[in-house]
């Protein structure tokens, strides 16, 4: 055999056999457990990205994404945008690899998204539980800053709570020690001035008639001397008005600034956001206050990329939102409702807004 051809045979048999472990390789970035087995191949790692965003003031499968029924409405204009983060679990090595080198996605701890003792089906209950406050909230807001009627419903009772048995789910709490309440927390003032063991009368709407009860307060187990009724609250529109929102498949608090302005725009004559397509994310608390949010880095570049013109970003957010570089889009820097309305109104009208 010529050292030519032992040369070649020598090459070939390098490149054969050292690319079995590459192939086996690049079988176990793809596979994602092993055959035959329940043993899985996924890495506890977790791909956030930008996700879908959508019209607050348009439709989702033939439903308006924001329903407003009892109250006129008025014709909107422009967008108003809410944002989302996608993200991706039980990747394999391969699948994480290739997001965190083709993409700009975050490659993050899986407890980042799923914490080690909920489940994936616990937490998708949570976050709808969280979501489904967050529009609560988004409407009571929306009514404080139009000076609109809201009034106190229990939404559930504590057992064996003072209240259990006296004051039920659904009761609409409409006076408390002889004055009227409209807010949650003219109830937790007025239940406060109390103290454990003393009486409060209270007048709430149950099956549309009216009921006076009496309820011995009992004590607060995490605030010695501190009384407390032992139901949960919220607050809805007064005089018949409801809003419905028609996002069944989002979770989470973040929608909750986007909600709110898209009610105020609904029920306000003119277009707030003047005509322009603005998108933005944040809590929103029932006084209006907007909160900061995870995954907005994600939520900037996508909004950019479904084509706003003005990005309203939570102010606590801003140490991350001046790390995102925008061509096109304005990222305002908003503490609370007033401030967001402002920011539309000053940049339709060509007029400089606050930036991180």
Same mark, same amino acid.
């Given at each position: 055999m010529s050292k030519a051809l032992d040369a070649n045979n020598r090459r070939w048999s390098t490149l054969v056999w050292g690319s079995i472990p590459v192939v086996l390789l690049a079988g176990a970035l793809t596979v994602d457990h092993i055959p035959g087995t329940d043993v899985r191949l996924t890495v506890p790692y977790a791909a956030e990205g930008p996700g879908p965003t959508f019209d607050t003031l348009g439709e989702v499968d033939g439903e308006?994404?924001?329903d407003i029924q009892g109250a006129d409405t008025e014709d909107t204009g422009g967008h108003l945008n809410m944002t989302t983060v996608s993200v991706r679990t039980n990747m394999t090595l391969g699948q994480a690899l290739g997001r965190w080198i083709a993409? +700009? +996605?975050?490659i993050v701890p899986v %407890? &980042?998204?799923?914490? !080690?003792?909920?489940? %994936? +089906? %616990?937490?998708?209950?949570?976050? &709808? &539980?969280?979501?489904?406050?967050? %529009? /609560?909230?988004?409407? *009571?807001?929306?009514? @404080?800053?139009?000076?609109?009627?809201?009034?106190?419903?229990? @939404? +559930?009772v504590v057992e064996g709570a003072?209240?259990?048995?006296?004051? @039920? !789910?659904?009761d609409r709490i409409t006076a408390i020690a002889g004055k009227e309440v409209s807010t949650p927390s003219e109830v937790q003032d007025a *239940?406060? /001035?109390k103290t454990p063991g003393e009486s409060i009368e209270i007048t709430v709407e149950r099956d549309n008639e009216p009921h006076h009860e009496t309820v011995e307060l009992g004590e607060n187990p995490h605030e010695a001397g501190q009384a407390m009724l032992g139901i949960l609250m919220t607050s809805e529109p007064a005089g018949g008005v409801t809003v419905n929102y028609n996002l069944n498949d989002i979770g989470g608090p973040s929608a909750g600034m986007m909600f709110?302005?898209?009610?105020i725009d609904k029920l306000t004559p003119g277009a707030l956001t003047g005509g322009t397509f603005v998108a933005g994310t944040g809590t929103i608390d029932d006084d209006g206050e907007v909160g900061p949010i995870g995954g907005i880095t994600h939520k900037i570049r996508g909004a950019e990329e479904a084509g706003a013109e003005l990005f309203l970003a939570p102010a606590g957010n801003c140490d991350a939102v001046k790390r995102v570089h925008t061509d096109h889009m304005t990222v305002a820097k908003v503490d609370n409702l007033p401030e967001a309305v402002a920011a539309m109104e000053d940049f339709a009208a060509g007029r400089d807004v606050p930036t991180c």
């Open positions: 308006p994404v924001v993409t +700009d +996605d975050t %407890e &980042q998204i799923l914490p !080690p003792d909920l489940g %994936e +089906d %616990e937490v998708r209950e949570f976050n &709808q &539980q969280a979501f489904v406050a967050s %529009e /609560a909230s988004a409407t *009571v807001a929306a009514m @404080h800053y139009l000076d609109r009627p809201t009034t106190v419903v229990v @939404h +559930d003072a209240s259990a048995g006296i004051l @039920h !789910p659904a *239940v406060r /001035a709110s302005l898209a009610v």
